[in-house]
């Protein structure tokens, strides 16, 4: 089992920036990936970055260029810096948290979101 914790969402002026933070219960380290994935109203949950166990990161398309993905294991916490933020990036953020169980099984988790609002 893993609780994820989302905060540091709020009302930014595009153009702003904004840092997310995801605090796990157990040590990311024990963690296969951690992702930061947003919704926007009427919209599907899409992926914006993710880092691996080992470090790597991944950043989709939306957000490429603008945001950063990182962690401090000895916080359990994984962070999302977001820059440059626009009007479109108004969504529900989320933290996911996947554990592989077996070979080919996944389970994820996911925090509660925290909003985002973009102002222009």
């Known amino acids: 089992q893993v609780q994820l914790v989302e905060s540091g969402g709020g009302l930014v002026q595009a153009g702003g920036s904004l840092r997310l933070a995801c605090v796990a219960s157990?040590?990311?380290?024990?963690?296969?990936?951690v992702g930061w994935y947003r919704q926007a109203p009427g919209k599907q949950r899409e992926l914006v970055a993710s880092i691996t166990k080992d470090g790597s990161t991944t950043y989709a398309e939306p957000m490429k260029g603008r945001c950063t993905i990182a962690r401090d294991n000895a916080k359990n916490t994984v962070y999302l810096q977001m820059n440059s933020l626009k009007p479109e990036d108004t969504a529900v953020y989320y933290c996911n948290a996947r554990v592989r169980v077996g070979l080919f099984r996944v389970t994820d988790y996911w925090g509660q979101g925290t909003q985002v609002t973009v102002s222009s």
């Open positions: 157990r040590s990311i380290l024990s963690i296969d990936a």
